[in-house]
Structure formats: C-alpha cells, structure tokens
C-alpha cells in the first residue's frame, strides 16, 4: 500500500503535494531511497483520489481506513485525520487571521487582473462576432467579401504586443497575458506591475498561510498495482 501525509488539511495544498509525487515518480531512481521505491511500486496505476469525508481521530486509525476502504486497480483516498495537536484559542485565532488574509490576497489578485484584461475581454468578444460574420460570408459570397467584414473590423478585432509589436488576432488569442510570438506579457510593463505586485502578495501569504496552527492533517494513499 502507498501512503503518504500531508501536513494540511486544505485540498488546495493536497493537489499541489499529489502533483509533486507525481513529478518525483518520473524521475524515480535518480536517488535511492525508500520513499522513492514506495512512489515507484505502482503509484502511477492509483491516477487520482478522492476526498473522504469524515475525520478520523489518529494517523495509524488514517492509515488502517485507507488500507480498508481501497482496493487494487482503484484510485487512491484522501482521509482527515487529527494529529494530536490541540489547538488553543490563541492559535486559533492565529489560524483564522492567515486564513483571512490568504483569501483577501486571491480576491486582490483577481480584481487586478480583470481590471487589466477587461479591454482585452471586450475585443474578445468583438472579435468573435466578426470572426462570425467573417466565415459566413467565405461560403455566401466568396473570398473576396472578407475585405468587407474583416477589414473595417481590424483594428477592433487586433492587439498589438506591447514588447515585440506582433499583431495578435484576438479571435485566436485565448491563452492569456502571454504573447505567442515573444512569451512575454501582453501588456505594457507599467501596467503588469500592479498585477506582478499582487501576485507576489499572494505567494507570500499563502506560505503564511500554509504555516498556520493546524489540528488536522491529511492522508492520501491506495493499493498500488503493480
Ligand atoms: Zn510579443
């Protein structure tokens, strides 16, 4: 059986450490340690888990349900469990404060990104009417009459690249900030600065935010099929 804890109980933090198991499973062999051989005999065949709802009262109680409740060529479970720790009301406290915060730094982050993107939101939409209008009249009236449908719209329908110029058809650019020509931001630098700012704020209480006081870890695990 594979299992492994992980000293958090947000999900958030679960997917991330699965990913990472994930990773350290590719590159198996590169160090030969037990913990890698426990990742190597069949975690890939365990794919995803599921979350169980319910809290289990210790690690061994964690270990002995997963052992219980999974079986061979299914996915893996994930069970709560407390870790012992009892929690007083300050730390509670504590916990609630960077709780707050964490969150209060994502909404931050995303209001600042939609404020620089709502330009770009609105030609989007544009741009797919035309783009609309545009196909339509290839197979009504033939080639030419795009001149009539997508010229007048270009400049609607295009953004040019703040750092390499490019002009991008915004029809087909859905990916993001990130320009396809030269893989930087979209965006002139003066106004991502607001943004890059925010998301900085966001990475630093989210490490605070991992290190709260907690009273309930996580375990993930399964059968592996080997
Ligand atoms: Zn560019």
Not at 17 to 36: I, N, P
Not at 84 to 89: D, E, R
Not at 132 to 137: A, I, K, L, M
Request: net charge positive.
């Amino acid at each position: 059986m594979f299992a492994h804890t992980v000293q958090d109980d947000d999900p958030a933090v679960l997917k991330s450490e699965w990913r990472k198991l994930q990773r350290a499973h590719t590159h198996v062999g590169e160090e030969d340690s037990d913990y890698e051989q426990d990742i190597y005999d069949g975690f890939s065949s365990l794919g995803g888990y599921s979350i169980i709802n319910k809290k289990l009262k210790s690690e061994e109680e964690a270990e002995d349900y997963i052992e219980k409740n999974t079986k061979k060529w299914e996915g893996a479970i994930a069970v709560k469990f407390a870790n012992g720790k009892k929690l007083t009301a300050e730390e509670k406290k504590k916990a609630k404060e960077l709780t707050a915060a964490y969150k209060k730094a994502i909404k931050k982050r995303e209001r600042v990104h939609s404020k620089l993107t709502r330009g770009i939101a609105k030609k989007r939409a544009a741009a797919e009417k035309t783009e609309e209008r545009y196909r339509n009249s290839i197979y009504a009236f033939g080639a030419p009459s795009m001149y009539k449908v997508r010229a007048p719209a270009e400049k609607k329908q295009f953004h040019k690249c703040a750092q390499c110029n490019s002009t991008l058809n915004l029809y087909f650019f859905t990916i993001g900030e990130m320009c396809p020509v030269c893989k930087s931001n979209v965006f002139p630098k003066e106004k991502t600065q607001e943004l890059e700012k925010a998301k900085e704020e966001e990475s630093a209480a989210f490490k605070e935010y991992c290190n709260r006081p907690k009273d309930t870890y996580i375990m993930v695990g399964g059968i592996a099929a080997c």
